[in-house]
Every structure is written in structure tokens, then in C-alpha cells.
T-cell receptor, first 113, second 111 residues
Framework: DAGITQSPRHKVTETGTPVTLRCHQT?????MYWYRQDPGHGLRLIHY???????DKGEVSDGYSVSRSKTEDFLLTLESATSSQTSVYFC????????????FGEGSRLTVL | GIQVEQSPPDLILQEGANSTLRCNFS?????LQWFHQNPWGQLINLFY???GTKQNGRLSATTVATERYSLLYISSSQTTDSGVYFC?????????????FGTGTRLKVLA
């Protein structure tokens, strides 16, 4: 168990509203990631973090921002949600300091109406 | 950017059959993993295998990094093997640690 908790697990919101998804880890891993999963596309990297306040963009970062003010929390924010952001969002951590293996949280299902 | 292709995209098996799933990647990579996404959406780690061969029960995997492919073998398949299998590769670019996923192989095992 990699100790990853995502919240909320399910959310329905309306177009134009801000949304923040939280990823919390308990094992002090340096690297954290946000992915989205959509039919036909597999998992695509949105943003990742390699330390407190150190973040970088992934493949599909437009419309998303992230913040990491402490090691254990990685926040994904949709400033103004759109229907195209309806998806399942997965947080992951990498045990880079050991093997580099990637572990995932349970996922957060977001529906934007 | 790097391309990760998985084949076949869909696979239907009778319980007890064997199968081979393939992951091709277009450039050299640092790491490679196989995941199983079960019908409830959970992503389960199967193998961390940047090179060589590993076995875990009925599953085994082989990565030939020099030829840029990895294979996942499932023997004596069971209905609980159903779901989507993903491979993911970590890009080798210095200073970045991005994992890129293939689009998956959807497996259905019939009783």
C-alpha cells in the first residue's frame, strides 16, 4: 500500500466553476503526478511534481494548474471547468529514491455538466 | 515525442487459455511498468521491468530494451484477469521523470 488518498472520489460540477482535487500521500515520496483517463486515450500526464513548489507540465496541461506547498499534498485545480475536463483523474507517486516504480491512488471521477 | 503502442487492443479468451500482450516503444527508456486496471477502475502494479524477465505466479514479463519492446504473458487465464492492461515507460530525458502510457489491451476472459 503506497499510502495515497485522493479526494473527492466523485464530483459533479457545472461548467465555469472552479474545482480542486487533492492527492495526499503518507510516505514522504518526492515525486507526484496527476493523470487523466479517457476512453481511447489511456492515461495522459497532466502535471507532475519533483519536490515542494517544484512542478512541471505534462502532455495535457492546458486548463489545469497544480500546487505543492508541502511534501504530502499535491493539488490539481481546474480554474474554470469545461465539459471536456469530464474524466477520471488519477494521482500517482514514484518511489524514485528506491526503484522508480509508479503507484496510483484510487482515482477521482469528475463530471462537468 | 515517444510513442508507446500496445497490441492487441482487444482480446477475448476462454478461461484456461494463454495469451501474450505486447508493448512497443519508439525510443530508449529508463523504466517500464505493466499495470492491470480491474473492472472497478483500480490500477494494480504487475511488473516493474526495465529489462530482463520476471515472473509472478501465472504472469510473467520480458523487456528487451535494445529492441524497444516488452511482453506480458498470462498463462491459464482466469475470469479475474479481465480488465485493461497498460504498459508505461519513463522518458530518459535528463532532469525529467515522466511516465507515458500506452492505450492499453482490453482483456475479457470467459468462463
Amino acid at each position: 500500500d503506497a499510502g495515497i488518498t485522493q479526494s473527492p472520489r466523485h464530483k459533479v460540477t457545472e461548467t465555469g466553476t472552479p474545482v480542486t482535487l487533492r492527492c495526499h500521500q503518507t510516505e514522504n515520496h518526492r515525486y507526484m503526478y496527476w493523470y487523466r483517463q479517457d476512453p481511447g486515450h489511456g492515461l495522459r500526464l497532466i502535471h507532475y511534481s519533483y519536490g515542494v513548489k517544484d512542478t512541471d507540465k505534462g502532455e495535457v496541461s492546458d486548463g489545469y494548474s497544480v500546487s505543492r506547498s508541502k511534501t504530502e499534498d499535491f493539488l490539481l485545480t481546474l480554474e474554470s471547468a469545461t465539459s471536456s475536463q469530464t474524466s477520471v483523474y488519477f494521482c500517482a507517486i514514484s518511489e524514485r529514491d528506491n526503484t522508480g516504480e509508479l503507484f496510483f491512488g484510487e482515482g477521482s471521477r469528475l463530471t462537468v455538466l | 515525442g515517444i510513442q508507446v503502442e500496445q497490441s492487441p487492443p482487444d482480446l477475448i479468451l476462454q478461461e484456461g487459455a494463454n495469451s501474450t500482450l505486447r508493448c512497443n516503444f519508439s525510443d530508449s527508456v529508463n523504466n517500464l511498468q505493466w499495470f492491470h486496471q480491474n473492472p472497478w477502475g483500480q490500477l494494480i502494479n504487475l511488473f516493474y521491468i526495465p529489462s530482463g524477465t520476471k515472473q509472478n505466479g501465472r504472469l510473467s514479463a520480458t523487456t528487451v530494451a535494445t529492441e524497444r519492446y516488452s511482453l506480458l504473458y498470462i498463462s491459464s487465464s482466469q475470469t479475474t484477469d479481465s480488465g485493461v492492461y497498460f504498459c508505461a515507460v519513463e522518458l530518459p530525458t535528463s532532469g525529467t521523470y515522466k511516465y507515458i502510457f500506452g492505450t492499453g489491451t482490453r482483456l475479457k476472459v470467459l468462463a
